[in-house]
């Protein structure tokens, strides 16, 4: 099983925590083994959403944990998102970005940790 966290829960953060959850059994099968959803990093509380449970309001979770191999970035904004994504690059984490200006703006800095 490979373990995923999402840094923001906005339209596309929750896009992605429902595609990821409905649509579960087809990524496995093309993926060779299941992507489950570990955290989602958010200044918000989601009482009601379906990744209340999965609501952390600390980077240094992602950051830290071995689990985490994927990490899907849609906040808004380059700060702190940079530095987010920078980290987790060092981290040996794989990323993915909703915002083409972040790795436009910082693809230099990106390229030399990827």
């Known amino acids: 099983m490979i373990k995923a966290a999402v840094m923001g829960y906005g339209t596309i953060g929750s896009g992605v925590a429902e595609v990821l959850e409905q649509n579960k059994d087809v990524i496995k099968q093309r993926a060779g083994q299941e992507i489950a959803l570990k955290y989602v990093l958010d200044l918000r509380e989601f009482p009601d959403s379906m990744v209340a449970d999965k609501i952390i309001h600390d980077f240094k979770a992602i950051e830290e944990d071995e689990e985490i191999r994927i990490v899907v970035e849609t906040m808004g904004g380059l700060n702190p998102a940079y530095s987010f994504v920078k980290s987790c690059f060092l981290a040996g984490k794989h990323v993915v970005t909703s915002k083409k200006a972040t790795g436009a703006a ?9």
């Open 106 to 114: 910082l693809e230099t800095d990106f390229s030399s940790c990827a």
